[in-house]
């Protein structure tokens, strides 16, 4: 099947699309309230309304957002039923209801409405924090790998019940701005046991689980790096490759080489991960390319780019002429994951997303929630900080929040707004979109819907 290539917001081609669902439960345990649990919701009088799906119902020509005015919403059944004007409302919902009333309808009074954050980069099976740690970069020390071992250390004394709180934390207060779809990675206990235990605790909360094994050596294997690396290959690589779906590595000076890198990633593959990549956060290196040479669906930080590299993430789209398929859902091509967050905590220069996007690049936006580079799980702050820091649109950021995240997890049921997609909506407490980075820092979720059901308020 063949379909245009995928480029980033400012090119992307006008006319409808197909989304097909895939399998796979939504994270769970972040609580809602009963309003009508599998039912129906319609919400009306969107001001604003952000589908992502360029030539939808009520849609400007090339649009890559889907920005429709006085808008209406049908969720049933955990997905959107349709997506619309109000002009064409009455008969669509008609009859994607078959005759039924919805169960509940909300009257948004003007307000804008978004689909959930997909934030597809987080770290959040750690126990302690490293509060000390930024006081001293803020001082002027600057950030260095090792500065991981101290989570290291607290996460493996940490009781299982411990790393769940702290778990579920976080994920209510990404929910509650906003955050509906969530990647987590392992990481922080680089033994096989401890390793095992982060990907079965996050298996417990959200289906896109990450192995990062290969965050960097343990302490009680400094100077054996590829001795290490036989064990995340092996051992570990075996038990905790049941409980996750991707495979991550670490690939930076101080961490992991290139060649310690590749086995880490074709071991994962190999074991039936999807492959995602640490790279070119601290500084230049070979990571960016061999993510797209082994097909991952995303490179993370991307800070330190050469034209090469560049040239080398656009082609995965351009040469691959490829598109979310309406059947299954595939899709090729290596996203640039921006994560802003870390350049605001850690002062390094940020990423320069107007090169890669007027490349032809795919950039999505992600919080890296962790807590030594990276301590917050506010999305909305990722967008404000892209348009102010890294010359991204409004449009751009929050589509590469959204829609750009979806496709670093390679995801068609989430990110966008169309039927048959997963019901996250997030009702901001503004009248436009624009009000994210206009209005840093201040709660603009005003209502959260998750697979249908509305969250409990904050």
């Known amino acids: 099947m063949s379909h245009p290539p995928v480029p980033n917001p400012g090119s992307f081609p006008t006319g409808g699309r197909s989304w097909g669902a895939i399998p796979g439960s939504a994270a769970s345990g972040w609580g809602a309230i009963p309003d009508s649990p599998g039912g129906s919701t319609l919400l009306t009088g969107i001001g604003e309304l952000t589908t992502n799906v360029p030539g939808g119902p009520g849609t400007g020509d090339g649009d890559p957002t889907g920005l429709v005015t006085d808008a209406v919403v049908l969720l049933d059944g955990g997905r959107v039923a349709w997506a619309g004007p109000a002009r064409e409302a009455r008969d669509a919902v008609g009859q994607a209801m078959g005759g039924r009333a919805p169960d509940v309808t909300v009257d948004v009074g003007g307000r804008a409405v978004i689909p959930g954050f997909v934030d597809s980069h987080t770290h959040l099976v750690f126990a302690g924090d490293r509060a000390a740690e930024f006081e001293a970069r803020m001082a002027g020390r600057p950030y260095e790998a090792g500065g991981i071992r101290s ?6 004394a940490a009781p299982d019940d411990v790393l769940r709180a702290g778990l579920a934390r ?13 990647e987590v990675k392992s990481g922080y206990g680089l033994t096989v046991a401890d390793e095992e ?55 930076e000076t101080g961490a992991f080489t290139p060649e310690q890198s590749r086995r880490v990633l074709e071991a994962g593959a190999a074991a039936g991960l999807g492959v995602r990549v640490h790279a070119n956060q601290l500084g230049p290196g070979e990571g960016v390319r061999l993510a797209v040479e082994l097909g991952a669906a995303a490179v993370d930080h991307c800070t330190y780019l050469t034209d090469a590299d560049v040239a080398a993430l656009a082609g995965s789209w351009t040469g691959s002429g490829a598109w979310p398929d309406g059947a299954s859902g595939a899709v090729a091509g290596t996203v640039a994951t921006l994560l802003p ?57 929050v589509w590469s929040a959204t829609a750009g995240g979806a496709l670093a997890l390679r995801r068609a049921d989430v990110g966008h707004l169309a039927p048959g997609a997963r ?36």
């Open 151 to 156: 989570t290291v250390a607290a996460t493996r």
């Open 170 to 182: 976080h994920l209510d207060e990404a929910a509650r701005q906003g955050t509906t779809t969530v």
């Open 197 to 251: 235990r982060s990907v079965r605790l996050a298996r417990e909360v959200t289906p896109e689980v990450t192995f990062l094994g290969a965050h960097v050596v343990p302490a009680e294997l400094a100077g054996r790096a590829d001795a290490y690396v036989d064990l995340v290959c092996g051992d570990m690589l075996a038990v905790c490759a049941p409980h996750a779906r991707w495979v991550d590595v670490f690939c």
């Open 341 to 397: 967050g870390v350049e605001f905590s850690t002062r390094q220069p940020y990423p320069d997303a107007r090169r890669l996007l007027d490349a032809g690049a795919v950039v999505a936006l992600a919080s890296d929630c962790n807590p030594g580079s990276s301590y917050t799980s506010s999305m909305p702050l990722c967008v404000a900080l892209a348009v102010r820091e890294m010359r991204m649109t409004v449009a751009e950021a």
């Open 423 to 458: 019901a996250d909506v997030v009702l901001l407490d503004a009248p436009s979109r624009t009000h994210l980075a206009y209005r840093p820092g201040v709660p603009l979720a005003a209502a959260v819907w998750k697979d249908g059901v509305r969250l409990p308020a904050g």
